[in-house]
């Protein structure tokens, strides 16, 4: 390890291995030779700020010691037991999610990730219920799995299609090219509708991201969790939350479903769980859910389920958010962060809307604020996004640069002069973007 160039990374990397979501043609990756904090460095010494804890994930930072030595310890103690076994990290790692998850979810099953999870979530709800419908929104990523992508409503959907049976889409309470999101309750109302044109009794579940991820941080606004949570209890639907993205910090809560006090049916988590350190997803259900597999069969498992390393990580994390107090912190420099995207709303006539909740943040851009009209459209880029994602590689700054937004998801122990510093580089791309707006 460390006798290759970056040249030679990138080189065998794109001989050797395919790329995600990619053209390979297309493909220019970052080398990377470690990291640190809110940084990572490439093989030549290249500081870079890791502005969106890589896939949203790197909640807790980069390199913290305290979990790579529970790593090791776990790997010289046990590095593996098949699913069927039962190990200390799976004993307290289900005991210690059952502390943090909202209300009565006190059982879970622990998967290879957060797709997997999605995945037997909707399994799950129609073993429970014996029904077989799930509703999904549009605007929405749930995996990259089978099933999960025929969940997902935005485009990377598409080429996965015809996909699963007996998804079915509700409408979006923020629509594409909105400024505001709907009224909550024309959101509800909506809901409503397609569940009487489907038949309630059709209807296992629905399932949400809490707060929208990759299509826009979309924060519902208040009222239509727990309007949600009604109109499932009325028609014994279950109500489904996927918390890949926004758990564990995040939004400034453990969950974001915290902020409304709702309790789903089921909770999926991955990506903070671990903060990617290792692979581990979860998936969290209330007690009479769990109940229901007493006596019938979970038809269910794959060989790195409950792996120990998978949990000893997860455990290992989660003592670092609450020793360090960065469920708090994240709620704190939230608001750090809010005034950033503030003052570049008052420079930039190229933003059309600033959003966050805790460190989930998001930089809308536009053409003209008048209309709202995107700086790029749908599914596609432009321009102006090409010039500033370029500006923002250049000065080695790292973020998600999506159709016509810019994302602003730091890890939870950002400073606030590396969370300055950043906002500094996107002050500078957004200049070049100003140039195109009405």
Not at 93 to 117: H, S
Not at 310 to 332: F, H, N, P, Q
Request: aromatic share 8%; hydrophobic share 40%; net charge neutral.
């Amino acid at each position: 390890m460390g006798k290759l160039s970056a040249a030679e990374i990138v080189e065998l990397s794109k001989k050797h291995s395919l790329f995600e979501w990619s053209a390979q043609s297309a493909v220019d990756p970052i080398p990377v030779a470690s990291a640190k904090g809110s940084h990572f460095f490439t093989p030549d010494g290249q500081r870079w700020i890791d502005f969106n804890s890589q896939l949203m994930s790197v909640n807790i930072g980069h390199g913290d010691k305290r979990v790579i030595d529970a790593i090791k310890l776990q790997a010289e103690t046990l590095a593996y037991a098949n699913p069927f076994m039962a190990h200390e990290p799976r004993a307290l790692l289900g005991k210690k999610l059952a502390e943090i998850c909202p209300g009565d979810i006190d059982a879970f099953f622990f998967t290879n990730g957060g797709a997997e999870a999605n995945e037997n979530a909707i399994k799950i709800a129609r073993l429970f219920t014996g029904r077989h419908k799930i509703l999904a929104r549009y605007r929405a990523y749930h995996g990259g799995t089978a099933g999960t992508m025929t969940l997902t409503g935005d485009p990377r959907r598409w080429a996965a299609e015809p996909g699963i049976p007996g998804v079915v889409r509700i409408p979006d309470f923020h629509k594409w090219g909105r400024k505001e999101p709907e009224p909550v309750e024309t959101s509800l109302r909506e809901i409503e509708d397609v569940i009487m044109y489907e038949g309630a009794k059709n209807i296992a579940a629905i399932l949400i991201e809490t707060v929208v991820g990759t299509n826009g941080i979309l924060i519902p606004l208040d009222g239509y969790m727990q309007g949600l949570r009604k109109i499932c209890d009325t028609h014994g639907i279950l109500l489904i939350c996927d918390e890949v993205m926004s758990g564990f910090g995040r939004t400034g809560k453990w969950f974001a479903v915290d902020h409304w006090n709702v309790v789903p049916d089921m909770i999926t988590m991955a990506k903070g769980l671990t903060s990617s350190y290792v692979p581990l997803g979860a998936l969290g259900m209330r007690r009479h859910i769990r109940d229901h597999f007493e006596k019938n069969v979970f038809f269910a498992g794959l060989t790195y389920n409950s792996h120990p390393m998978g949990c000893a990580t997860a455990l290992a994390t989660i003592g670092v958010y609450e020793e360090d107090k960065l469920i708090e912190r994240s709620a704190k420099m939230g608001e750090v962060m809010k005034k950033h995207h503030q003052a570049l709303y008052e420079k930039h006539k190229c933003i059309g809307a600033v959003r966050n909740i805790g460190l989930f943040g998001i930089l809308e851009l536009v053409k003209d604020r008048n209309t709202f009209e995107p700086l790029a459209p749908y599914n596609g880029t432009s321009e102006p996004m090409q010039k500033i994602h370029h500006v923002l590689k250049q000065r080695h700054l790292y973020t998600f640069v999506r159709w016509n937004t810019v994302m602003t998801n730091p890890p939870l122990c950002i400073t606030e002069a590396e969370m300055a510093e950043a906002f500094e580089i996107i002050d500078a791309a957004l200049t070049e973007a100003d140039a195109y707006v009405s």
